[in-house]
C-alpha cells in the first residue's frame, strides 16, 4: 500500500554524475512546483547508488513541496502527449513513477504544519483545568491524517526531537482558547488527552557514507527540514520526568492561528472548551532505585496496604483518577473501611467511562452499597491459582495491573505466603505492543568494526533490571525469567523482607553455579516459573534413571533417541491424574513435568514398578525439590493446518485445490454451526471439546442454537473467532488428523520410518474405525489404530525437509502398552524423526500428524540440520549481572518474528517457493533465533532479505502491498469472496426463549436470594469485562476479544497469553459462583435454587430490564439444569408412550 496523497516520485535513469543537489535544481525548474529533499538508495557494499534491477539505471527519489507536484511530475515524464518531450537530464529520458513513501514525513497540507507553536505537558485536574508540567516553545506542528499521526518537533538543551502522537492513541480532542501574555488576548490551543505516551525520538546525525564524497552527494533538503540525520527512540529526556507524569497534551498555536482547519483533520469528535492553566512545582529525583512514573507518593503519616495503593496507582494510569485527587482525605476515607470493601469500590471505579475527580464521594456512596450485600467471601474458589501483579513498563512510563487470577507455577505457590511481593515485569512499547529490537540500538555507521548505537530506552531497562524499582514501601529486585517470559520481553521481581529475599528463592530453586553458560543458566533458573499443577511430592528413592538412546553419526553429530523423556508407573498415573482433577475414568498417557531439576515427558509404563524413571537427557541442574509439577498430559487435540504446514506441503507438490476444498469444508460446517443442532454438535465435540462442555451438554439434551440465547452466544463468538483465523492464519480443520504428544517406543518395536499412534475418536469416526473401512483399526469403542501413510511436522516450520511422510503401523505389543493420543517415534536409525521435524525432541513438543491421503505429498527432502553453534560458555561462575545483560541482549537480537515473516513473504513471491534460496536462508537463521534463548548466539537478519513488499493476505497496511496468486493469496481471496449464511442469523430475545422445563415446583421461594447472588455474579462479571475491555458477554466467556486493542493485533502470541489469563479467570468466577450455590440450600433443594437462578435471568420479567443480564449465571450449575430438562424429557416420553398404548389398546377393542 502506498501512502495517500505522497508527495515523492521514483527516479529511473540518473546520470551517474548527477548529485542529490542536481535533482532538486532540475525538478524544481522542470515541474514548476518546488522539489524539497532527494536522496539516492544505497547499495550497503562499497555504498554505491543503488541500481534499477531491471535496466541497470541508477534510481533516486524526488519530494515536493505538495503532492501536486509528484502527480504533474509522474504526467511529464509519461510522454503522455507526443508533441511535447519531457525534459531530459543526461542523455536517457528519466522514469517516474510515485514512491511509496516520502523522503520527509510532513503534512500535505500546509494548514496542518503548524510553526512557532508552544508544547504544555501536564494532567487534568478537573474538567477546566489543566496542571503544567513543563513546556517548550518555538515547536513546529506536523499533523498528518494520512500517516494518522502527529509528529511534534522541539529543541531540549541543544538536542533536537521528535514526539509521535498516533491517532488511536488519543482519548479526546479539544479546541481551547488560552489567556496570552498580555491577558487582552487569547491564543488557539490543542488539547489532546492521550492513553499512552508520545513515542520520543531524538535526531544523530547521519555518517558520512563514502569516504570520496559529502554527504550531500546523496542527500539534500531545503533549509529547516531534516533528512540528513536519523531518529532513534529515546526514554523521556525531561529532568523530571515529565512525559512519565503527563497524560495531556496541549498545542498553543502562534497568535493569529486557527484551530479550526487541524483539528478537522482528527478522526475523533471535537469539544469545544474553555482551560485553566496552573503550574506544578518540581520535585527533585531522590530514590535509591530507578524513579518510574507516574507512581503516587503516599505521605508517611498515612501509610496504605499495598493491594490498595496498587488499586490507586492503577486508577491513576487508566485516567480514572488525577494524580492530585489521590490526597489525604482520600486515604483517610479508605483507612476506615475494610481491605476487601476499599478493593471492591475500587474495581467499581475502574468501570468508570470517564474522569472521576471527586473519589470521596464516589466511596462514601458505594460503600454503603456494597456493605448492604451478601458476604463477599462466600463461595471463595479455593483451586490452586494465583492473584498476579503485573507492571508494564514503557521507555516513558509504567503501568499497574491486576491483580488478576493466573494458573499458578511452583515457585509463587511454595512462597504463597508473600504473593503480594511477587511482581510481573513486561517491557513493552508506549501502546503496550512488543519493542522492536530497532527500539534498543541502531546501526548508524557501518563496516567491520562498527557496532549499533544502544539507545537510551536500552539502559533503562538495563538499570531497571540491576537498580529495581519501588511501588510505596516495597522494593521490587530482579529474581528470573522463564523461556516464555524471555520471549515476552518479561521477567518475575521480588520485593525482599525480612523472611525472604530474591536470592534466597533463588537458592531454594537449585544449584545454578556450575552451569557456565550465561543463556543456559538463565533458562535453568526460569524451569520452575512454567505455569503448573502441583501434585505429589516424590521422594528419591521412588526415582529411577534410565540410560539415554544415542547414536554418532560418521561426522561425528551426536543424537539421542530419548531426549527429554522418562516413564511413569501406571498406578502413580492414576494419582497424579486425581490430583490435576481429571475425572477417575480418565488417565492420561503421558505427562510434561518439572520435577526438581528435571523437566520433559513421562510415558505410562505398566510394566514399571517405580513411580518416576527419568533420564540424564532430562536433568537440566540440581535441586533438592521433591515436588511433581505437571505442566500439561496427553489428551485430544484436532489439527489444524496454518501458513506454514501449507506452504510446505504446497512446496513438496500438494494440489492448491486441496486446501482450497478443505477450507470450504470448513467455512460450510461454521456455517451450519448456528442453524443446525447435529452440525453444532459434531463440530463441538470435534474442534472445541475442552472449552465447551455445557454447550454440547445443551446440543445433547436437544437444545436448538436458534432457541437458547447462552447457547447461541457461546457458538456464535466461537465461530466468528475461527473466521477470523481462517483469514489470518489460513487455520483449517483437518478431521483426519491430530495434535498429539511426542512419545518414544521404549520396547523397539518400530523402525527408522515408522510411527505408531491410537487416537481418541468423535461421532462419525467411530463409525468409520467401527466398519474397518479406511486407516483407522483396532477400534475398541471410543479410539482406534492409525495405520498406513502419515504426514508429520511440527511448528514453527520453514524447511520443506520439516515435513515427514511415515508408516503409521499396528504392533500388538505396543498396542499393549496403552498409549493414547500419543505419537510415538522408533529409537531405532540413523536420526531421530522429532529432530528432523524442526529440530524437536521429546520434551514436551506438539507434533502434527495427518492421515489424510490428499495431504501426504509425493516429494520428500531431506531434513535440515539442527546441530546449530556451540553455546557460549564462561571460564566464570555466571553472575546475576550478566544474566540482565543477556535478558536485554535478547530483546535486541529478537529478529524471530521479522524472519519469520520475511520467510511468509518470499516463499509466495518466488517459484521455488519454500525451497528458494532465500527461503533456505531464512529457515537457517530462524532456527538460530529459535535457539538463541539457549546458545546465547543471536541470528542476524540480513538487509537484503528485508521485503520490500507483502502480500494481501498479511494485510499489512503499513507497508506496500501486492495481490498475491500463491497458494496463501488464493486461500486468502477465498475466504474474502465466501458468501457466510450464518450472518443471516440473529441472536433470539430471552423474552422468547423462556425454557418452561426447567422451571421446578417451589423455585419461587428462592427467587429472592437467586437475585442477591445474581447481582454478585454481575459485580465480578462487569470487573472482568472492564479489566479485559470486552464489550459483550461471549467475549469472557469464550476469551475471544472482538474488539483487540492494537498491541494484541500486533502480538498473536501475546493475545493467546491474554486469552488463557480471560478463561483463567472466568473459570475461577464460575468455581467461585458454584461454590454459592452449594453453600445456597441443602442437595435436596439443589433443583428448586437452579430453577430459581435461570428464572431471574431468562424470565421477561427480568430479562426486559433495562440492566444487561448475563446469560452465563444460570448455567453456572448446567449439570443440575440439565438434569432438570432430561427429567422433563423423559417424563414427556413416558406420557407419550402411555398414550400411544392407550390407542393401541382401544384400537384393538374396536376391532
Not at 547499495?43 to 502527480?71: K, N
Not at 542523455?91 to 508544547?119: C, G
Not at 483407522?776 to 525437509?801: Q, S
Request: with cysteine.
Amino acid at each position: 500500500m502506498k501512502i495517500q496523497n505522497c508527495a515523492t516520485i521514483k527516479v529511473v535513469g540518473v546520470p551517474p554524475t548527477t548529485t542529490a543537489g542536481d535533482l532538486l535544481t532540475f525538478f524544481s525548474s522542470a515541474v514548476g512546483i518546488q522539489a524539497i529533499a532527494s536522496d539516492f538508495p544505497l547499495l550497503r557494499r562499497g555504498w554505491l547508488p543503488r541500481t534499477s534491477p531491471t535496466q541497470g539505471a541508477i534510481t533516486a527519489r524526488v519530494q515536493f513541496s505538495h503532492p501536486d507536484g509528484a502527480t504533474k511530475a509522474l504526467h511529464m515524464f509519461r510522454n503522455e502527449n507526443e508533441n511535447e518531450k519531457p525534459p531530459q537530464l543526461g542523455r536517457n529520458p528519466l522514469e517516474v513513477s510515485i514512491s511509496d513513501d516520502d523522503i520527509i514525513h510532513r503534512a500535505s497540507s500546509s494548514s496542518n504544519r503548524l510553526e512557532d507553536a508552544e508544547l504544555l505537558l501536564g494532567n487534568r485536574l478537573q474538567e477546566q483545568t489543566m496542571e503544567v508540567i513543563q513546556s517548550w516553545d518555538r515547536v513546529r506542528v506536523e499533523i498528518m491524517p494520512e500517516r494518522q499521526r502527529v509528529d511534534i518537533f522541539l529543541d531540549n538543551d541543544g538536542r533536537k526531537y521528535k514526539l509521535e502522537v498516533y491517532f488511536h492513541d488519543i482519548i479526546s480532542i479539544s479546541g481551547c482558547k488560552l489567556p496570552t501574555e498580555d491577558a487582552t488576548n487569547s491564543s488557539d490551543a490543542i488539547l489532546l488527552e492521550l492513553m499512552y505516551a508520545p513515542r520520543i525520538y531524538c535526531a544523530v546525525d547521519m555518517p558520512k557514507k563514502n569516504r570520496n564524497y559529502k554527504t550531500e552527494r546523496y542527500h539534500t533538503c531545503i533549509g529547516g527540514l531534516q533528512s540528513q540525520c536519523i531518529w532513534i527512540r529515546q526514554p523521556d529526556f525531561t529532568c523530571n520526568s515529565s512525559f512519565g507524569k503527563s497524560g495531556c497534551l496541549c498545542l498553543k498555536l502562534q497568535q493569529g492561528s486557527s484551530y479550526i482547519h487541524p483539528l478537522k483533520s482528527f478522526p475523533q469528535p471535537v469539544e469545544m472548551r474553555d482551560i485553566t492553566l496552573v503550574h506544578a512545582e518540581s520535585i527533585p529525583h531522590t530514590s535509591d532505585c530507578v524513579e518510574l512514573h507516574p507512581l503516587l507518593e503516599i505521605p508517611s503519616e498515612m501509610p496504605v496496604p499495598y493491594e490498595i495503593l496498587f488499586q490507586l496507582n492503577s486508577l491513576v494510569h487508566t485516567h480514572k483518577l488525577p494524580p492530585n485527587v489521590v490526597d489525604l482525605d482520600l486515604l483517610k476515607t479508605l483507612s476506615k473501611l475494610s481491605l476487601e470493601l476499599c478493593a471492591k469500590i475500587l474495581q467499581r471505579m475502574h468501570r468508570l467511562k470517564s474522569t472521576c475527580y471527586n473519589p470521596v464521594q464516589f466511596v462514601e456512596k458505594h460503600s454503603y452499597e456494597i456493605a448492604r450485600g451478601r458476604d463477599l467471601n462466600a463461595g471463595r474458589s479455593k483451586q490452586r491459582l494465583m492473584r498476579c501483579f503485573r507492571v508494564l513498563i514503557t521507555p516513558t512510563k509504567v503501568y499497574l495491573q491486576g491483580p488478576e487470577a493466573e494458573k499458578s507455577n511452583y515457585i509463587v505457590q511454595h512462597f504463597s505466603k508473600f504473593s503480594t511481593d511477587f511482581a510481573r515485569v513486561s517491557f513493552v512499547d508506549e501502546d503496550w505492543s512488543k519493542l522492536s529490537f530497532s527500539s534498543l540500538s541502531t546501526q548508524i555507521e557501518h563496516g567491520f568494526l562498527s557496532r549499533p548505537l544502544k539507545t537510551g530506552i536500552h539502559s533503562r531497562i538495563l538499570s531497571i533490571l540491576k537498580n529495581g524499582f519501588r511501588i510505596g514501601e516495597k522494593k521490587f529486585e530482579f529474581l528470573a525469567f522463564s523461556a516464555s517470559q524471555l520471549r515476552g520481553n518479561s521477567v518475575w521481581m521480588f520485593a525482599s523482607n525480612s523472611e525472604v529475599t530474591a536470592a534466597t528463592i533463588r537458592e531454594f530453586m537449585g544449584q545454578f553455579t556450575p552451569i557456565r553458560s550465561i543463556s543456559k543458566c538463565a533458562a535453568r533458573m526460569g524451569q520452575l516459573f512454567s505455569s503448573s499443577t502441583q501434585t505429589i511430592n516424590v521422594s528419591e528413592c521412588h526415582i529411577q534413571m534410565l540410560p539415554d538412546i544415542e547414536v554418532s553419526t560418521d561426522t561425528g553429530t551426536k543424537y539421542c533417541f530419548s531426549d527429554g523423556i522418562g516413564q511413569i508407573s501406571r498406578s502413580f498415573a492414576r494419582q497424579v491424574a486425581e490430583k490435576c482433577g481429571l475425572p477417575h475414568t480418565h488417565t492420561p498417557s503421558a505427562y510434561q513435568i518439572r520435577y526438581g531439576g528435571f523437566k520433559g515427558v513421562v510415558a505410562v509404563n505398566r510394566n514399571s514398578f517405580s513411580k518416576l524413571s527419568l533420564r540424564g537427557s532430562m536433568k537440566k541442574f540440581e535441586s533438592q525439590n521433591t515436588m511433581l509439577n505437571i505442566t500439561k498430559w496427553s489428551d485430544y487435540q484436532p489439527a489444524f493446518l496454518n501458513r506454514e504446514i501449507i506452504t510446505l506441503l504446497s512446496t513438496l507438490g500438494v494440489p492448491d485445490d486441496v486446501f482450497d476444498e478443505m477450507q470450504n469444508e470448513h467455512l460450510m460446517l461454521l456455517d451450519k454451526i448456528l442453524t443446525s443442532r447435529d452440525d453444532a454438535l459434531k463440530s463441538v465435540q470435534r474442534m472445541y471439546s475442552k472449552d465447551l462442555k455445557i454447550a454440547e451438554r445443551m446440543l445433547k439434551e436437544e437444545y436448538e442454537p436458534t432457541l437458547e440465547p447462552y447457547l447461541f452466544m457461546v457458538l456464535k463468538a466461537q465461530r466468528d473467532y475461527q473466521l477470523v483465523d481462517i483469514r489470518t492464519k489460513c487455520r483449517i480443520f483437518v478431521p483426519r488428523a491430530r495434535v498429539s504428544i511426542g512419545c518414544l517406543d521404549e520396547i523397539g518395536r518400530l523402525d527408522y520410518g515408522q510411527v505408531y499412534i491410537r487416537v481418541t475418536l468423535k461421532n462419525e469416526e467411530q463409525m468409520e474405525a467401527a466398519s474397518e473401512e479406511g486407516c483407522l483399526c483396532k477400534f475398541d469403542g471410543t479410539t482406534a489404530v492409525v495405520v498406513g501413510k502419515v504426514v508429520v511436522t511440527k511448528n514453527p516450520c520453514l524447511h520443506p525437509g520439516d515435513v515427514r511422510v511415515l508408516d503409521a503401523i499396528y504392533d500388538a505389543e505396543l498396542d499393549e502398552m496403552g498409549m493414547i493420543d500419543c505419537l510415538v517415534f522408533p529409537q531405532k536409525g540413523k536420526r531421530p524423526h522429532p529432530n528432523e521435524c524442526s529440530g524437536g525432541d521429546l520434551d514436551g513438543d506438539l507434533y502434527f500428524v495427518s492421515w489424510d491421503e490428499q495431504l501426504i505429498p509425493h516429494e520428500i527432502d531431506p531434513p535440515m540440520d539442527y546441530s546449530g553453534p556451540r553455546q557460549r560458555t564462561m571460564d566464570h561462575d555466571v553472575s546475576l549481572e550478566e544474566i540482565q545483560n543477556f535478558f536485554v541482549d535478547y530483546m535486541e537480537n529478537d529478529t524471530l518474528g521479522t524472519i519469520s515473516n520475511a520467510h511468509l513473504v518470499y516463499s509466495d513471491q518466488e517459484p521455488l517457493k519454500a525451497r528458494s534460496e532465500n527461503c533456505l536462508e531464512l529457515a537457517k537463521l530462524h532456527s538460530m533465533s529459535v535457539d538463541f534463548a539457549k546458545t546465547g548466539a543471536p541470528a542476524e537478519m540480513p538487509k537484503h532479505l528485508i521485503p520490500k513488499k507483502y502480500p494481501d493476505f498479511m494485510e499489512r497496511h503499513d507497508k506496500p502491498m501486492y495481490v498475491s496468486t500463491g497458494v496463501l493469496g488464493k486461500l486468502y481471496h477465498s475466504f474474502m469472496s465466501y458468501t457466510r449464511n450464518g450472518d443471516a442469523v440473529h441472536e433470539i430475545a430471552c423474552k422468547s426463549s423462556y425454557d418452561y422445563d426447567l422451571e421446578v415446583e417451589g423455585f419461587v421461594n428462592y427467587l429472592d436470594e437467586a437475585q442477591e447472588y445474581y447481582e454478585m455474579y454481575h459485580e465480578r462479571f462487569s470487573n472482568l469485562m472492564c479489566y479485559y475491555k470486552a464489550e459483550d458477554e461471549e467475549e469472557i466467556v469464550t476469551g475471544n476479544l472482538s474488539n483487540k486493542s492494537l498491541y494484541l493485533k500486533k502480538d498473536n502470541k501475546q493475545y493467546g497469553e491474554l486469552k488463557d489469563r480471560i478463561l483463567v479467570a472466568f473459570k475461577d468466577l464460575l468455581k467461585e459462583a458454584a461454590g454459592w450455590f452449594k453453600n445456597s440450600c441443602a442437595e435436596s433443594e439443589y433443583s428448586k435454587m437452579a430453577s430459581a437462578w435461570y428464572h431471574v435471568v431468562y424470565h421477561p420479567k427480568f430479562s426486559g430490564t433495562e440492566e444487561r443480564r448475563f446469560l452465563s449465571f444460570p448455567w453456572v450449575n448446567f449439570d443440575v439444569l440439565l438434569d432438570i430438562k432430561a427429567s422433563k424429557r423423559h417424563m414427556r416420553k413416558l406420557e407419550e408412550l402411555r398414550e400411544e398404548g392407550m390407542r393401541d389398546l382401544c384400537d384393538d377393542v374396536d376391532s
